[in-house]
């Protein structure tokens, strides 16, 4: 009996020891300390600073080299290179053209960012397997061959932004399964095939971000199950690429800033049930939010919508559904610099938000705006929200205006029911001139007859009064 509870806590405890080392794999903590012995040539003749990496885990010694900024125009020949070079700064030289690296086993992180690369061999990083960062950003590069990422199983990180990229090879990712983060922003593409991402399920991190897509192709994001993070901000959808947002089923994060969409509705972001942030900002044409747009977020935490120079009617019923009067899941909505001039209060329970911001747009502070000030600080309103209109408060912060004289001409209820009423009634005597045109003949005869019956009458009353006289 007592065997078996000390065997099974021996299993248990053996057990943890293995989640343990589990755990500590994928968080390895790495230390860069001072290296102080020369240990060879880039490091003794200064063109690169060698430090000691100390990596808890292995309990071993690597060595993190940087180079940066430092003229080079070749990429150091890896004999010349400490043992064990773990990490590979090259960034901010004159390296142009990258050949073939030759072996380094153990290399984990390489940049060749800031470089002016125009020219990259087809299997330049075929001997680096164990690259998990790679950092090609901010250089000339018109095309990568399709062979260029070929066997590098271990990459997690791939950073190709600001290059002059128009085009991706359909078969660039096919053996880079654990990628986790893809930077392809500023460049000038406009168009992926669909199959190009469909190797990367274990994707988290898309950023395609100023670059000049005009269309996302339907199954383009199909393959993509862990996607949460989506940057599509700077391109030029004109509207909301829907069928293929539909099928990224965990994506909590987008950015659709900075196209030409130029209304929003109820079909933009039907069913994005797993959304918790959208942001919408800098819109060049965005003129207006229509009904039931959000309806569908219902988790929905941030929403931004600032800096659209058009956008002036967010639709009351906007976010109808989102949210209901037990719960509601938005924290954080930022409208700053609109052209918002009204927003009616039961857009959305406002004064329950943690962050709102409305500044910079053109208010016109009548009655519909009374609700800013109950608000005013019981949150974190904030309060420089500054009158457009009427003209008497024109430039006036609304904090500083009686909630009572912010009033309401005649509201627009009142107004077309007096319209109503004077149609009706020039309708009605429009109606009877036009029955008497046409009855005219009739009417003199019934008049003329009663007329004359009736002088006859006179006449003869009077006939008879004289008479009687
Ligand atoms: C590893 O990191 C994750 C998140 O960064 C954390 O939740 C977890 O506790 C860490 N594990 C260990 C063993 O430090
Ligand atoms: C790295 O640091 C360790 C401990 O600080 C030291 O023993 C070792 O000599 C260093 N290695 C190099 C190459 O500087
Ligand atoms: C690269 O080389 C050119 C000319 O050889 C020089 O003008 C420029 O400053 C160099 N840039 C860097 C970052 O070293
Ligand atoms: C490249 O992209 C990664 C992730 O998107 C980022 O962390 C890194 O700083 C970028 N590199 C440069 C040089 O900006
Ligand atoms: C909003 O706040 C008011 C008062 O602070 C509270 O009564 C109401 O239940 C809240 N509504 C929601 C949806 O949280």
Redesign the pocket.
């Known amino acids: 009996m007592l065997s078996y509870e000390i065997v099974t806590l021996f299993l248990f405890l053996l057990l943890t020891a293995i989640v343990d080392i589990g755990h500590a794999d994928h968080n390895e903590s790495l230390t860069i300390t001072e290296s102080t012995v020369a240990i060879s040539d880039v490091c003794q003749s200064k063109q690169c600073s060698c430090m000691n990496l100390t990596s808890d885990v292995y309990n071993q010694y690597y060595h993190h080299v940087d180079c940066s900024h430092h003229h080079l125009t070749k990429i150091p020949l890896s004999h010349t290179l400490p043992p064990k070079t773990r990490h590979l700064d090259l960034s901010m030289n004159n390296i142009t053209i990258v050949d073939k690296f030759e072996s380094i086993d153990c290399l984990v992180r390489l940049s060749l960012a800031i470089n002016g690369l125009k020219k990259i061999d087809s299997f330049a990083f075929e001997q680096l397997p164990k690259l998990v960062t790679l950092d090609l950003s901010y250089n000339e590069l018109e095309e990568i061959p399709s062979t260029l990422l070929q066997g590098l199983s271990d990459l997690q990180f791939l950073n190709i932004s600001n290059n002059r990229l128009k085009f991706i090879p359909v078969e660039l990712f096919k053996t880079n399964g654990y990628l986790h983060e893809l930077n392809m922003a500023h460049n000038p593409i406009s168009f992926i095939q669909p199959d190009t991402f469909s190797y990367l399920g274990q994707l988290e991190i898309l950023n395609l971000a100023q670059n000049s897509f005009y269309s996302i192709a339907i199954g383009m994001f199909q393959r993509l199950e862990k996607l949460e993070i989506l940057d599509l901000s700077g391109n030029e959808l004109q509207s909301v690429p829907t069928d293929a947002l539909h099928l990224v089923k965990r994506l909590q994060a987008l950015d659709l800033s900075e196209n030409p969409i130029r209304v929003l509705n109820m079909a933009s972001f039907y069913k994005f049930e797993s959304l918790l942030e959208l942001s919408l900002n800098k819109m060049p044409k965005l003129v207006r939010i229509e009904k039931q747009t959000f309806s569908t977020l219902k988790n929905l935490q941030r929403l931004s919508i600032e800096d659209n120079p058009h956008l002036s009617t967010i639709d009351e019923n906007a976010f109808m559904g989102m949210?209901d009067?037990?719960?509601?899941s938005i924290k954080y909505v930022n409208l700053r610099r609109n052209q918002l001039n009204r927003l009616s209060e039961k857009t959305l329970?406002f004064?329950?938000l943690t962050y709102l911001d409305l500044r910079q747009n053109p208010w016109n502070c009548d009655c519909n705006l009374r609700w800013m000030h109950y608000c005013h600080g019981s949150t974190e309103f904030e309060n420089d929200i500054i009158c457009s209109t009427p003209e008497q408060y024109s430039g006036q912060e609304l904090v500083a205006i009686k909630p009572d004289s912010m009033r309401c001409k005649i509201s627009r209820n009142n107004d077309s029911h007096y319209l109503f009423l004077l149609c009706v009634f020039f309708m009605t005597g429009i109606f009877i001139s036009i029955f008497m045109l046409i009855f005219r003949e009739k009417l003199i005869q019934m008049y003329g007859k009663r007329n004359r019956t009736n002088e006859g009458s006179i006449y003869y009353v009077r006939a008879q009064s004289e008479q009687v006289e």
Do not use: A, G
């Not at 009067?325 to 509601?328: E, G, H, K, L, T």
């Open positions: 949210f009067r037990q719960s509601i329970p004064c329950n």
